[in-house]
């Protein structure tokens, strides 16, 4: 966790997370105070200590999500207790699900990962701009990674908060594939659009601010043509993100009983049937996990499965 210093505007403070929790921008100004995105929940305390930190006794006005997967708003609910004036805005394409709190239709029960219900108070609507930190962000849709993604474009200092739309070595794992959804080509139009914003700054939900957008760009491209050409490599590389981000809730968990959870969860399964059918798919998970072991994701030592 750190704040980056290097982009220098007033009343715009990043808390870069690491990859359980994503990034959170804070934006202030004489108006209000607004988060971006609250990270995962067992990372709740240190997301409400970071803002209470920097907000020196000021209220939280507003919280943003880019999008609705468990470690861009597993915070939200401890933030809507502590302020509970706080407005809290959120994509319109699963405001249903949210109002309902369908825990299927919002990823956390397929996914394995967990969320506490909060509410909503409003949408981000395409097009619409927000007037944060005394400049005006845009709301842009961005598909691919998540059918209902946005992104917030400042033109005046060129500055794009990205989500997981682009990242410094990628961008996320298109959730809708895993599904058997088609969205690869909505990853390259939203790679088209960020393109064409021609951003001198990239605040992405994971890593560190860069400012490189067009070699970002291209090794996102090719990842991209690589999936296309082969998902069944998007498939495993899918599912060995949910096995790792699971591993660094857990930190350590005993190897039977991890892999025991992962046959239980909806995606691993509807990826084992598709991808991995000619294995059991209690080899198939621990096959994912040892190739996990020789990336340097874990290790096992004698009955448990550890993260590094």
Not at 86 to 114: D, F, K
Not at 194 to 216: C, M, N, R, T, Y
Request: proline content about 4%.
């Amino acid at each position: 966790m750190a704040t980056d210093q290097r982009l220098n505007i007033p009343g715009l403070q990043v808390f870069e997370r690491g990859w359980l929790s994503a990034n959170n921008i804070l934006l202030t100004d004489d108006h209000q105070a607004t988060l971006i995105d609250s990270g995962y929940v067992t990372h709740e305390a240190q997301t409400l200590s970071l803002v209470q930190a920097a907000l020196k006794g000021r209220k939280l006005d507003q919280l943003v999500n880019t999008h609705l997967h468990s470690d861009h708003c597993g915070g939200n609910a401890i933030l809507q207790k502590n302020y509970p004036g706080m407005s809290t805005l959120i994509p319109p394409g699963e405001s249903e699900a949210v109002a309902n709190w369908n825990e299927a239709a919002l990823s956390y029960e397929p996914t394995g990962q967990l969320c506490p219900r909060f509410r909503f108070d409003g949408l981000l609507m395409q097009g619409q701009v927000l007037r944060l930190a005394n400049l005006d962000w845009q709301v842009l849709a961005a598909p691919g990674h998540d059918p209902h993604s946005v992104i917030l474009f400042e033109p005046s200092q060129r500055i794009l908060i990205s989500a997981d739309a682009l990242w410094a070595n990628g961008f996320g794992v298109v959730f809708p594939e895993l599904e058997g959804i088609s969205a690869f080509d909505e990853v390259s139009q939203t790679l088209d659009l960020i393109e064409s914003l021609q951003a001198k700054w990239i605040i992405p939900g994971h890593g560190a601010i860069f400012q490189d957008v067009e070699a970002a760009l291209s090794t996102a491209r090719k990842k991209l043509d690589g999936f296309v050409q082969n998902r069944e490599k998007h498939a495993r590389y899918g599912a060995k993100v949910l096995l790792k981000y699971k591993l660094l809730e857990l930190s350590q968990a005993e190897t039977s009983d991890f892999i025991n959870w992962a046959t239980g969860i909806r995606y691993i399964q509807v990826l084992h049937q598709k991808h991995g059918h000619q294995l059991e798919i209690h080899d198939w998970v621990k096959e994912l996990l040892q190739d996990l072991a020789r990336s340097k994701a874990l290790s096992f030592q004698e009955s448990m499965i550890v993260n590094l």
